[in-house]
């Protein structure tokens, strides 16, 4: 029943800054719940970016602590990753995900290019 989808994804130039919007259906925003942000790069394999508990606390992953800032609407259910001082290394495939108790989800992924 949960649908997630990622919006936001496109080509920015290095030291520019993205958005991203997770837009989660069906989806009830609890002290239990994990959000979270993943990238697949080509060749590399799927990493943390970014997760938020459903109580608000947040980790990163280490290549990005710093300049990206997950953040949560739970009125409108939908998680965002602002990346900011954007790198060629960046460039990946961006995952929402959604766990819960009862449910994994993981979104269709958002396509990030960060060139010259």
């Known amino acids: 029943q949960v649908q997630l989808v990622e919006s936001g994804g496109g080509l920015v130039q290095p030291g520019g800054s993205l958005r991203l919007s997770c837009s989660a259906s069906g989806a009830t925003f609890s002290r239990f719940v994990l959000m979270g942000w993943y990238r697949q790069a080509p060749g590399k394999q799927r990493e943390l970016v970014a997760l938020?508990?459903?109580?608000?606390?947040?980790s990163y992953g280490d290549s990005v602590r710093g300049r990206f800032t997950i953040s949560r609407d739970n009125a409108e259910n939908t998680v965002n990753l602002q990346m900011n001082g954007l790198r060629p290394t960046d460039t990946a495939v961006y995952y929402c995900?959604?766990?819960?108790?009862?449910?994994?989800?993981w979104g269709r992924g958002a396509q990030v290019t960060v060139s010259s």
């Open positions: 995900n959604f766990r819960s108790s009862v449910d994994n989800v």
């Open positions: 938020m508990s459903g109580g608000g606390a947040t």
